[in-house]
């Protein structure tokens, strides 16, 4: 469901964007727009909406829980069509390819289209959160990851799940009062956190619903569907078995190895004007080397040495290995600049080109911190079976982890990642990583 509705939003946006060429063209030559002319501004517009469908993304407009008539989402909607603005401006008057400058066809596209994807976004934000559109959830049974799930649908209506009912399989003395409820509440989507397949009154209540064309879905699921992540107190070695098939992942794995290679280089080439600059903003900021080496561990537990500009005072860890926070006060005022626009990560490139990291990965951790968190958090060394990364799901969505029990947070996120990665998700993940440095907000 969440995911029909953002293909619904952007097919919605692509539409509206060349509607809207279409009628500045019209009204521009006071006539309906003429093939000729629609196919002499068509490609270059379409090099323009495919750059505004980016920054829109990056700017989170696709994402369902800023999906509301909020003060919030008009003002990120705003400074995303103010930069589609001057992208658009830019395209045409700093890029002489194309046989034409379109002034005023320019402008009026830009303001056709803001006011029409502005009414439409209002428009969709309130429709998805009609009843019709709603699916009716039953909860069978309790669990700490059915309870997160409930406020996080209670105040998210947009996502597009009611929790109607929530019912405890003893209560349920014959299959027909689960066929009851599922009719007076209109029931279409059943998720339960008990397994059938221990409880046979439960299967009898569950197949006599069958008629009722109702969806079935385990708790665990459904909690990593609208969660992002993976529920660590619901999983043992029978789900990593189950969902961690990596010979499946085998074309994506050396593709992605290609990409990264490549693009390593480019933007390792590119990098290297920045590397003066900073060299000198470190060395004024405070004494000490440059560059800093770290020991990490890398795929398949192997340790390996990863590079970083030097973002702490040179004795920093005197007293021994400890994780940084934002008020750290080892942290130098020119290391916190390279820290929140990530920086301090360019030397990584480097990294990623010989094959110990990639682009998109669980973050490597220090070796003492991983020796620890083995010990404390079961399961931990499983995100070792993929090459850690510059950026990762769990950096998106949350917080830099600063403790064991941020480190429990993000293993299920991680988790989530080994689970669904293919190409989507790490473009995803790079476009939300852009988003992150623009704002300044990085670790």
Same mark, same amino acid.
């Given at each position: 469901?969440?995911?029909?509705?953002?293909?619904?939003?952007?097919?919605?946006?692509?539409?509206?964007?060349?509607?809207?060429?279409?009628? *500045?063209?019209?009204? %521009?030559?006071?006539?309906?727009?003429?093939?000729?002319?629609? #196919?002499?501004?068509?490609?270059?517009?379409?090099?323009?909406?495919?750059?505004?469908?980016?920054?829109?993304?990056?700017?989170?407009?696709?994402?369902?829980?800023?999906?509301?008539?909020?003060?919030?989402?008009?003002?990120?909607?705003?400074?995303?069509?103010?930069?589609?603005?001057?992208?658009?401006?830019?395209?045409?008057?700093?890029?002489?390819?194309?046989?034409?400058?379109?002034?005023?066809?320019?402008?009026?596209?830009?303001?056709?289209?803001?006011?029409?994807?502005?009414?439409?976004?209002?428009?969709? #934000?309130?429709?998805?959160?009609?009843?019709?559109?709603?699916?009716?959830?039953?909860?069978?049974?309790?669990?700490?990851?059915?309870?997160?799930?409930?406020?996080?649908? =209670? #105040?998210?209506?947009?996502?597009?799940?009611?929790?109607?009912?929530?019912?405890?399989?003893?209560?349920?003395?014959?299959?027909?009062?689960?066929?009851?409820?599922?009719?007076?509440?209109?029931?279409?989507?059943?998720?339960?956190?008990?397994?059938?397949?221990?409880?046979?009154?439960?299967?009898?209540?569950?197949?006599?619903?069958?008629?009722?064309?109702?969806?079935?879905?385990?708790?665990?699921?459904?909690?990593?569907?609208?969660?992002?992540?993976?529920?660590?107190? =619901?999983?043992?070695?029978?789900?990593?078995?189950?969902?961690?098939?990596? *010979?499946?992942?085998?074309?994506?794995?050396?593709?992605?190895?290609?990409?990264?290679?490549?693009?390593?280089?480019?933007?390792?080439?590119?990098?290297?004007?920045?590397?003066?600059?900073?060299?000198?903003?470190?060395?004024?900021?405070?004494?000490?080397?440059?560059?800093?080496?770290?020991?990490?561990?890398?795929?398949?537990?192997?340790?390996?040495?990863?590079?970083?500009?030097?973002?702490?005072?040179?004795?920093?860890?005197? #007293?021994?290995?400890?994780?940084?926070?934002?008020?750290?006060?080892?942290?130098?005022?020119?290391?916190?600049?390279? %820290?929140?626009?990530?920086?301090?990560?360019?030397?990584?490139?480097?990294?990623?080109?010989?094959?110990?990291?990639?682009?998109?990965?669980?973050?490597?951790?220090?070796?003492?911190?991983?020796?620890?968190?083995?010990?404390?958090?079961?399961?931990?060394?499983?995100?070792?079976?993929?090459?850690?990364?510059?950026?990762?799901?769990?950096?998106?969505?949350?917080?830099?982890?600063?403790?064991?029990?941020?480190?429990?947070?993000?293993?299920?996120?991680?988790?989530?990642?080994?689970?669904?990665?293919?190409?989507?998700?790490?473009?995803?993940?790079?476009?939300?990583?852009?988003?992150?440095?623009?704002?300044?907000?990085?670790?």
């Amino acid at each position: 469901m969440p995911n029909f509705k953002k293909i619904i939003l952007l097919i919605g946006d692509i539409a509206i964007l060349y509607f809207s060429l279409w009628l *500045s063209l019209s009204i %521009r030559y006071s006539q309906f727009c003429t093939s000729e002319k629609w #196919n002499l501004h068509f490609f270059p517009f379409s090099l323009i909406y495919a750059s505004w469908i980016i920054v829109f993304y990056i700017a989170g407009l696709y994402e369902l829980n800023l999906a509301r008539n909020s003060v919030e989402f008009y003002s990120t909607l705003s400074k995303a069509i103010i930069i589609n603005g001057v992208l658009g401006i830019a395209f045409f008057y700093f890029i002489p390819y194309f046989s034409i400058t379109p002034k005023t066809n320019l402008f009026l596209d830009i303001g056709i289209s803001t006011g029409l994807i502005v009414l439409w976004r209002q428009i969709y #934000n309130k429709i998805i959160k009609s009843s019709l559109l709603l699916v009716n959830v039953l909860f069978i049974g309790k669990s700490k990851e059915m309870e997160e799930v409930s406020k996080v649908l =209670a #105040n998210n209506p947009q996502l597009g799940y009611k929790i109607v009912s929530q019912i405890y399989p003893d209560k349920l003395e014959t299959p027909l009062d689960l066929m009851e409820i599922i009719s007076s509440k209109r029931v279409n989507l059943i998720v339960t956190s008990i397994d059938p397949h221990y409880d046979s009154n439960l299967v009898k209540s569950l197949y006599q619903c069958l008629p009722f064309k109702i969806s079935f879905s385990d708790s665990v699921s459904f909690y990593e569907k609208i969660m992002g992540k993976v529920p660590l107190s =619901a999983i043992g070695e029978v789900w990593f078995l189950e969902n961690l098939a990596e *010979s499946e992942k085998k074309f994506y794995e050396n593709f992605k190895r290609i990409f990264d290679m490549f693009f390593a280089i480019i933007f390792g080439i590119i990098s290297l004007f920045f590397y003066p600059i900073i060299a000198v903003a470190i060395k004024i900021d405070s004494k000490g080397h440059v560059f800093y080496k770290q020991k990490r561990v890398g795929l398949n537990g192997e340790v390996f040495t990863v590079y970083k500009f030097r973002t702490m005072t040179e004795d920093a860890e005197k #007293n021994g290995v400890k994780w940084a926070d934002d008020e750290d006060k080892r942290i130098t005022k020119v290391g916190r600049f390279l %820290r929140k626009t990530r920086l301090d990560e360019l030397p990584q490139l480097l990294n990623i080109f010989f094959g110990n990291m990639s682009f998109v990965g669980p973050r490597p951790e220090r070796v003492e911190f991983v020796e620890k968190l083995e010990k404390q958090i079961p399961y931990y060394n499983i995100r070792h079976i993929v090459r850690p990364g510059l950026t990762g799901w769990a950096q998106v969505n949350f917080r830099y982890g600063a403790s064991v029990e941020d480190s429990i947070e993000k293993l299920q996120y991680e988790l989530y990642y080994i689970k669904h990665r293919c190409f989507i998700l790490d473009i995803s993940i790079i476009l939300k990583t852009v988003k992150i440095i623009l704002k300044g907000a990085g670790r």
